[in-house]
C-alpha cells in the first residue's frame, strides 16, 4: 500500500484525511497544534496507536511555534500543548502515553533550539518504532489463526489506525503472507462505518478476501460455525485485562463466547495501562449527537430525537481468549502476566 498515515515534511505534518476515505485520498498539510487537536477531535487520524504518533508529532508542531528562549518558558508552553492534546480524546491511552514520552525528552535536552530538534527527532523515531512493534505483533499473532479461517473483525485496527503494519490487521495481513487462506468479515462498525470504510479499503488494497456485514449480523454468522475466531484492536486495557475498544465490541465478545469462538484482542503494549485495576476506571468517550442522527450531513433520524452516543465500550476479561502484544501473547489470569509482560518490555526499552 503506497500511503503514509502520518509524516513530518518541510516543518510540517502531513496527514491522511480518513473521513474522506474510501471515495478520496486526501492529505492535510498541518502547521500547528492547535490544527492537530482539532484533526484529532474530528476523526481526521484515529485508531490508538495513531492517535499517539499525531500526539508526538502535535507536541513537535507546539515545540516549533514557540519563540521563547528560556528552558523554562518553554516547558510551560509544552504544558500547555499537552493539555490541549490530551483533552482530544479520553480513552487512548496511547496518546497522554506518548505526550509523557516527548515531555521526559523535552525536560532531558539542553537549549531551546535542542528540545526543538529532539522532538521532532523522538516523533519520527515513534513512527518507526511503531512499524517494527507492529510487524512483531503480527508475527505472534499469527499463530493462533488456522491454515484456513474466516476472521471476524470490528472498526480499524489496520495501518490506518497504527501508522505502521497494523494490529489485528497485522496479525490477519501475517497469517495471509504465511501462506494461510484467509478470508474477513467486517463488521461495518456504525455510526461512524470504520469497518465499511476503512478496514474494507485496506484488505481490498492487500488483497485479502474480505466480506462487509452490518454489526447485527455478527451473532448469525457466528452461531453457524463459519467463524473461526475474532480479532479486534484496543483503546486501552486495563490491569485485570479488560478492554476498552470501539462500542460494539462487548456484544461481539459476549457472542463469540456463547459460540465457542475465540475472541483476540492484539494491541502494542503502548495501550496497557496498569494504574487503571479495572475496565470499570477506563473513561469514556461521549461524542456528538450529529454522528447518530446524521451520515455525512444527511438526517438520518428525526429532527430533537435524545441520542447516547458512547464512542467505546469495555469488554470484561472473561471474554478475552488472548491478548496479544509485540512482546508476545499474554492468556489468563491477565493480572500477574500483564505486570510481568510490561516488566519486561519495560526493560527492552531501557535496552534499545
Known sequence: MNFKVIEWKNGKVKLLDQTRLPQEIVYLELDDYKSMATAIQEMRIRGAPALGLAAAYGMALGAQESNTQTKEEFLRHLQVVAQALIATRPTAVNLPWAIERMERVAASAGNVPQIKAALIAEARRLEAETEASDRRLGQWGAELIPDVATVLTHCNAGTLATGGYGTALGVIRAAAEQGKRIRVFADETRPLLQGARLTAWELVQYKIPVTLITDNMAGHFLSRG???????????????????NKIGTYPLAVVATENGVPFYVAAPTSTIDLSLASGKEIPIEERASEEVTHFRGVATAPEGVEVANPAFDVTPHQYISAIITEEGIVREPYGDRLKKLMFFAQGREAND
Open 226 to 244: 463459519e467463524i473461526q475466531c475474532v480479532i479486534v484492536g484496543a483503546d486501552r486495557i486495563a490491569a485485570n485485562g479488560d478492554v476498552a
